[in-house]
């Protein structure tokens, strides 16, 4: 075998076995307690729950429709429609098929490229003018002004010819493998941020959703306030004109009355608000869409918590800024290739015939191979200054990634607290509202009797609104925080669903 064809053998043998250059991954640790601190007492400590589906391995059921632990038809068709139509959600799609193709872009560095070339050539000989004798019998020359030149008829020629050129430039120290490597973790970084963005506007929706029924609940008992508060005015009058009362306790029930009225009209305006943006949510325009007036009737479900470690699975933003830190992680493996020589495989072979006929039969053959090694010998800096802008990047996003845990473990126990002690509020607001009840049925009987003034049931009347309206606040509100718990975590989602890439 020629030595030139041995050491053209010995250098793909080499390019075989290359080297894989910069750091391999490993995920940081990170400081997770063994329970989480206001996850207390039976509300959050459930065995089994037909309603909330724990993410296990190879499970074959949706665990992403969290919403229907609420058991409320309306809100699972608003999520439905939220899912299919959502802009948000739409645009995060996108940008993963997005970061799906970089990553296939990236690979095609693994393969040689091949470019064929099919060429016809048909050009006229060089050559000018010829010289002829004038009628004097002196010679003329071609560049002449001269009437009469005769110039030659250079023949016309056709060339076919085809080309076949390849060039490859091996991976040897891991450029393109790194680089695949880090889109790849990129596209799943993608995929989280895909969670992320579905969970948050499915959370949003349903929270909305409450406090919309919520206001729902409000006007009932506005309304129900209002023809209360037009009952007294009506006996205000009626005790004026037997002369028990003065014109003064008219128009103090005359302004409670217009109050709640005002109160009423004010609620309508934030109903309307929060119907609108459930509309955008769910991909529709707000003129197209309404919700029909239903007061809220929902209890908070029992929410099952899991341990700290297996709730870190559940969390797409978490995994999100996990995987940007295997991205900027292969980053560095990049910067530190640039320090090795690249080297350029080339062949090319070429065939032509000066007639198509013969290019296929009896082609004129020629071909060329080659490598070309290079290696940069001077560029002030630059490579060291690209490696360590890659370290102090991947750097900030382990900063980035543990601040994010931390975050995620302040939204749990931010929502369990709120959870837990919203379920004991309810007990003493539900009290207060029984007692203001009968404080004004007592105070309207003393009012009828001459007992006492106008001002102690205005004062009642108050006190019997302001607590009922507080009670079915905080059902709202443990609504809503119900799904804040679920959203905090994970929905149902897990790292498991982070497809390969």
């Known amino acids: 075998m020629p030595a030139k064809q041995q050491l053209f053998l010995v250098i793909v043998s080499a390019l075989l076995t290359s080297c894989l250059v910069g750091p391999n991954y490993v995920r940081p640790p990170v400081a997770v307690p063994a329970k989480f601190k206001e996850a207390k007492g039976k509300s959050f400590i459930v065995k089994n729950n037909k309603d909330w589906k724990i993410a296990e391995p190879r499970d074959s059921c949706d665990r992403g429709e969290w919403w229907k632990i609420f058991h409320d038809p309306q809100l699972n068709t608003l999520e439905v429609q939220l899912n299919l139509n959502n802009q948000s959600v739409a645009n995060a799609v996108a940008n993963y098929y997005q970061a799906r193709a970089i990553v296939d872009e990236a690979r095609a560095s693994y393969y040689p490229t091949l470019v064929g070339i099919f060429d016809i050539l048909r050009q006229k000989g060089g050559g000018g003018a010829t010289t002829f004798s004038s009628a004097s019998g002196s010679s003329v020359s071609t560049g002449e002004a001269s009437t009469g030149i005769v110039r030659s008829n250079s023949p016309i020629t056709t060339s076919y010819s085809a080309v076949l050129d390849a060039n490859w430039e091996p991976d040897i120290w891991g450029l393109v493998r790194r680089t695949v490597e880090s889109d790849s973790a990129a596209a799943q970084a993608s995929q989280a941020l895909l969670a992320v963005t ?104 029992v929410i099952p918590v899991s341990i700290p470690t297996a709730w870190l699975e559940r969390r797409p933003d978490v995994a999100e800024a996990e995987r940007q830190m295997q991205q900027y992680s292969a980053l560095i493996g990049v910067a530190v290739a640039a320090y090795y020589p690249s080297l350029n495989l080339s062949a090319s072979i070429s065939a032509a015939g000066t007639t198509l006929g013969k290019l296929l039969s009896t082609p004129s053959i020629g071909w060329s191979y080659g490598l070309q090694l290079a290696e940069t010998i001077f560029d002030g800096g630059l490579r060291d200054a690209t490696v360590r802008a890659a370290q102090a990047a991947y750097t900030a ?105």
């Open 397 to 501: 996003q382990v900063a980035t990634y543990r601040q994010t845990v931390l975050s995620a473990f302040q939204d749990v126990e931010d929502n369990l607290i709120n959870l837990r002690l919203l379920r004991e509020q309810v007990v003493p607001l539900n009290e207060a509202v029984v007692a203001a009840k009968k404080a004004l049925q007592l105070i309207i009987n003393q009012y009828k009797a001459g007992t006492v003034n106008y001002a102690s049931v205005l004062t009642a009347e108050i006190s019997l609104f302001t607590a009922e309206q507080s009670a079915n606040n905080v059902i709202g509100l443990q609504m809503t925080a119900a799904v804040g718990l679920i959203k905090s975590l994970g929905g149902g989602w897990s790292t498991k669903d982070i497809s390969p890439v």
């Open 198 to 301: 579905r969970l948050s506007a499915q959370g949003s929706l349903a929270q909305y959703y409450f406090e919309l029924r919520t206001l729902d609940t409000n006007q009932q008992l506005l309304d129900n306030m209002v023809k209360d508060y037009k009952k007294s005015w009506q006996l205000t009058r009626n005790q004026y004109a037997s002369g028990i009362v003065s014109q003064a306790d008219i128009l103090q029930a005359l302004s409670l009355l217009d109050t709640a009225k005002a109160q009423a009209i004010n609620n309508g305006i934030l109903r309307g608000q929060y119907e609108h943006a459930i509309a955008v949510l769910i991909g529709r325009s707000p003129a197209n869409f309404s919700l029909a007036f239903s007061p809220l009737k929902a209890t908070p479900p």
